[in-house]
């Protein structure tokens, strides 16, 4: 073959290959990090990730309010109906000729009255997981970003466990003290020896009741003060499930590159 015809057929095998071949597209920007430059097309993987951790947040509140909700309406019609029914059982003791009974019927009414005052201030008080929760909403009605608005809710989740973990152990060593007292109180009127003969029915009905309501009060207390509520106990959860440490990785023009964050 000759030169000249050799030198066609390599142009002729070369035009298909320019003929298909696309322009490069433009490089894309420097990273102002330093690192590798990252394609336009990644860009948007960190939005995604906060986007979808803040869709995963707003349905654990929403679970977390509605729960509370049911348990509150649950927790005010037990104490209404127990309320009611003490207070009424104590009225009728109260009525009677019998001082034990007139003792009884003291302490029925006041655990009655009490219940009915519990259940009023209980549905007067604004609810926990509500306070979590309507920020988080208005955040997204004002379409701020995905990152942020999980950071507050966050924030102020952890907030409101503190809180209650500070309540509820101030409720519970109130709890064990008014227990101890109460048990202490119902000793004394067992063991003491009324001057009237009378008095002895009035002394047993009193420090037995006495010590019934101060075991009752001192286990819940001990209980109260061991033991997490429902709030404290969510945050811990999503705490640990969530992890101090966060760890993604994004693809690049010449690879990819990976990030680690976290909150130490």
Same mark, same amino acid.
């Given at each position: 073959?000759?030169?000249?015809?050799?030198?066609?057929?390599?142009?002729?095998?070369?035009?298909?290959?320019?003929?298909?071949?696309?322009?490069?597209?433009?490089?894309?920007?420097?990273?102002p990090w330093g690192g590798?430059?990252?394609?336009?097309?990644?860009?948007?993987?960190?939005?995604?990730?906060?986007?979808?951790?803040?869709?995963r947040l707003d349905a654990?509140?929403?679970?977390?309010?509605?729960? #509370?909700? /049911?348990?509150?309406? @649950?927790?005010?019609? !037990?104490?209404?109906?127990? *309320?009611?029914?003490?207070?009424? &059982? $104590?009225?009728?003791?109260?009525?009677?000729?019998?001082?034990?009974?007139?003792?009884?019927?003291?302490?029925?009414?006041?655990?009655?009255?009490?219940?009915?005052?519990?259940?009023?201030?209980?549905?007067?008080?604004?609810?926990?997981?509500?306070?979590?929760?309507?920020?988080?909403?208005?955040?997204?009605?004002?379409?701020?970003?995905?990152?942020?608005?999980?950071a507050r809710a966050e924030?102020?989740?952890?907030?409101?466990?503190?809180?209650?973990?500070?309540?509820?152990?101030?409720?519970?060593?109130?709890?064990?003290?008014?227990?101890?007292?109460?048990?202490?109180?119902?000793?004394?009127?067992?063991?003491?020896?009324?001057?009237?003969?009378? #008095?002895? /029915?009035?002394?047993? @009905?009193?420090?037995? !009741?006495?010590?019934?309501? *101060?075991?009752?009060?001192?286990? &819940? $207390?001990?209980?109260?003060?061991?033991?997490?509520?429902?709030?404290?106990?969510?945050?811990?959860?999503?705490?640990?499930?969530?992890?101090?440490?966060?760890?993604?990785?994004?693809?690049?023009?010449?690879?990819?590159?990976?990030?680690?964050?976290?909150?130490?």
């Amino acid at each position: 073959m000759k030169p000249t015809a050799l030198i066609v057929a390599v142009a002729a095998l070369a035009l298909p290959v320019r003929a298909v071949a696309q322009p490069a597209l433009p490089p894309p920007p420097p990273s102002p990090w330093g690192g590798p430059s990252v394609a336009p097309a990644s860009v948007a993987a960190p939005s995604d990730t906060a986007a979808a951790r803040l869709r995963r947040l707003d349905a654990v509140l929403t679970w977390h309010a509605d729960n #509370e909700r /049911s348990r509150r309406l @649950a927790v005010t019609i !037990t104490g209404a109906v127990v *309320g009611t029914v003490s207070l009424g &059982l $104590g009225l009728g003791l109260a009525s009677r000729d019998s001082s034990s009974d007139q003792v009884a019927g003291v302490f029925a009414g006041s655990l009655g009255i009490g219940c009915l005052l519990g259940v009023g201030i209980g549905a007067l008080l604004p609810r926990v997981w509500d306070r979590v929760l309507e920020p988080l909403r208005e955040a997204q009605e004002r379409r701020e970003r995905p990152e942020v608005i999980v950071a507050r809710a966050e924030s102020l989740w952890r907030e409101q466990a503190e809180r209650s973990r500070n309540a509820r152990r101030v409720a519970a060593m109130s709890l064990t003290i008014i227990g101890g007292a109460s048990l202490i109180a119902g000793s004394v009127f067992l063991l003491a020896t009324p001057r009237r003969r009378s #008095e002895v /029915s009035t002394y047993r @009905a009193s420090g037995v !009741t006495l010590l019934g309501t *101060g075991a009752l009060t001192g286990v &819940l $207390g001990a209980s109260l003060l061991f033991t997490a509520d429902p709030l404290e106990q969510s945050w811990e959860v999503y705490e640990r499930a969530s992890g101090p440490i966060t760890f993604g990785v994004a693809p690049t023009q010449d690879g990819a590159v990976a990030a680690v964050g976290g909150v130490f």
